[in-house]
């Protein structure tokens, strides 16, 4: 069975940094590229960044260019995301995803104020 957790958001002023972690199990992780996701209040989900399976490929939304680093540790199923210089329009429930089985995680919450 094929599942994603996410863990390390939270509420954090503007300019501070998270981590997000994304732990995946049921599936080879070192065979399947993924993704972050984020949908904020009254938005649609957008996606933030992605990494192939070898971490050869990564890709940004453009307002996260700079502030931003998606990794993974194949050996731990791991994906993570760097947040740096957070700003309160990062503010949204960030989603892990596998397109190769088109599942999700269930969320975690950054919420980026002073």
């Not at 990564?58 to 740096?84: C, E, H, P, W």
Request: aromatic share 10%; glycine share 12%; net charge positive.
């Amino acid at each position: 069975q094929v599942q994603l957790v996410e863990s390390g958001g939270g509420l954090v002023q503007p300019g501070g940094s998270l981590r997000l972690s994304c732990v995946a199990s049921g599936f080879t992780f070192s065979l399947s590229a993924m993704s972050w996701y984020r949908q904020a209040p009254g938005k649609e989900r957008e996606l933030v960044a992605s990494i192939g399976s070898t971490g050869g490929y990564i890709n940004y939304l453009d307002s996260v260019k700079g502030r931003f680093t998606i990794s993974r540790d194949n050996a731990k199923n791991t994906v993570y995301l760097q947040m740096n210089s957070l700003k309160p329009e990062d503010t949204a429930i960030y989603y892990c995803h596998v397109s190769r089985y088109g599942r999700w995680g269930p969320g975690t919450q950054v919420t980026v104020s002073s």
